[in-house]
Structures are given as C-alpha cells and as structure tokens.
C-alpha cells in the first residue's frame, strides 16, 4: 500500500537523517517507527506487576537521616570485623 504523509521540515531533516545514518529507505524507516509505536501501545496495555506499579515511587523519599545505604554498609563492615576479631580469639 503507497500512502502520502505531509512532514513539518524539522520531520522532513530529522527523516533524511535517519535514513541516512541507518542506511534504509524512507519506507523503511518509517515503517520501524509504525513498528516501534505498536510495540509501545502494547506494553502499555499490557498490566503492570507490583513492582511495575510502584517503581516511579522508588527512591522518592528521603529518610531525614544520612544516606541508608552508607549507614548500612559501614556497619555491615562493623559486624563483619567484629565477627573476625570474635574468631580469632575463639581459636
């Protein structure tokens, strides 16, 4: 099937750039880009896990505290020189 679409410049620039660049046809390139949009409407349909649901929510709060993560490492490293200190005296 031939079909005429009617592109802005900037489409027309950023087009000739793509076919370009990737070595295809316009034809080509255009129908990647149908192919690309299908794929993303159906992700999008498609339902979400738990964790899917809640990921824009990760990472957005703040503790008040220092950094979690440091605090947990180093003590982490605390316990682990303690536990080694503990063997070495049990020998």
Same mark, same amino acid.
Request: glycine share 6%.
């Given at each position: 099937?031939?079909?005429? &679409?009617?592109?802005?410049?900037?489409?027309?620039?950023?087009l000739?750039?793509?076919?370009?660049?990737?070595?295809?046809?316009?034809?080509?390139v255009?129908?990647?880009?149908?192919?690309?949009?299908?794929?993303?409407?159906?992700?999008?349909?498609?339902?979400?896990?738990?964790?899917?649901?809640?990921?824009?929510?990760?990472?957005?709060?703040?503790?008040?505290?220092? &950094?979690?993560?440091?605090?947990?490492?180093?003590?982490?490293?605390?316990?682990?020189?303690?536990?080694?200190?503990?063997?070495?005296?049990?020998?």
């Open positions: 099937m031939t079909i005429t &679409v009617r592109l802005l410049r900037a489409q027309q620039a950023a000739a750039r793509l076919t370009k660049t990737r070595g295809q046809t316009k034809s080509d255009v129908r990647d880009a149908i192919e690309l949009l299908l794929e993303r409407e159906a992700a999008e349909r498609e339902p979400m896990g738990s964790h899917e649901t809640v990921a824009h929510l990760i990472g957005c709060a703040n503790s008040g505290k220092e &950094v979690l993560s440091e605090s947990t490492g180093r003590r982490f490293a605390a316990l682990m020189k303690e536990r080694a200190r503990s063997q070495r005296r049990h020998r």
